[in-house]
């Protein structure tokens, strides 16, 4: 999937739980640009990024033109 031709909308929901999580804004920005992708459901995406301790996931729904990121969220803590 190209997904260079999305515009990107992060919430503020999904920025403040990511700041809950100790995820920064690098992080994001680096899971969503080089991330793994899985499409599931009819419209909703989800962005995998594994670090060191563990893996960022971005999860987000696509609306028109723009990915709507929803919530951040980390596995393997």
């Keep these: ?4 031709q999305y515009e990107f909308e992060i919430r503020r929901h999904a920025f403040i739980r990511a700041m809950e999580r100790d995820v920064t804004p690098d992080m994001v920005e680096a ?3 080089g991330g793994k992708i899985e499409l599931f459901a009819k419209n909703n995406i989800r962005f995998i990024k594994s670090y060191k301790r563990f ?3 971005c ?6 033109m723009k990915i709507k990121i929803l919530t ?3 596995k393997g803590v």
Excluded at 59 to 64: D, F, L
């Design 1 to 4: 999937m190209d997904i260079t």
């Design 31 to 33: 899971t969503l640009k």
């Design 59 to 64: 999860i987000g729904e696509i609306a028109e």
């Design 72 to 74: 951040i969220e980390i």
């Design 55 to 57: 893996d960022v996931i």
